[in-house]
């Protein structure tokens, strides 16, 4: 999975994953206080449900969720990765 340029307007499952994303804040936007984008993590929307149409199991997400974080990101992978995982497989579709 890569980061990819984020959808002009979002589907409802594509707002599902959006809030999903911003509950797991895998690099941590939330430390930067109130008012933080919606959008920070709108670039793995798409990719994401690339990956979900092929009904990965939850440790292959969550190693992909990880490897984003860690090479496009270039950060440290961060905790809740399964969780994460587990709430996006778990959205309806």
């Not at 430390?31 to 993590?41: A, H, M, V």
């Not at 149409?53 to 090479?71: N, Y």
């Amino acid at each position: 999975m890569q980061t990819s340029s984020p959808p002009r307007s979002l589907s409802p499952v594509a707002l599902r994953v959006r809030a999903v994303l911003n509950e797991w804040d895998p690099i941590g936007v939330h430390l930067i206080g109130r008012g933080w984008p919606d959008d920070e993590y709108d670039d793995l929307i798409l990719p994401i449900l690339e990956a979900l149409d092929v009904r990965p199991s939850v440790d292959d997400l969550a190693a992909e969720l990880r490897g984003v974080v860690e090479i496009d990101y270039g950060l440290p992978a961060p905790d809740g990765c399964h969780d994460a995982a587990r709430s996006l497989l778990a959205l309806p579709r």
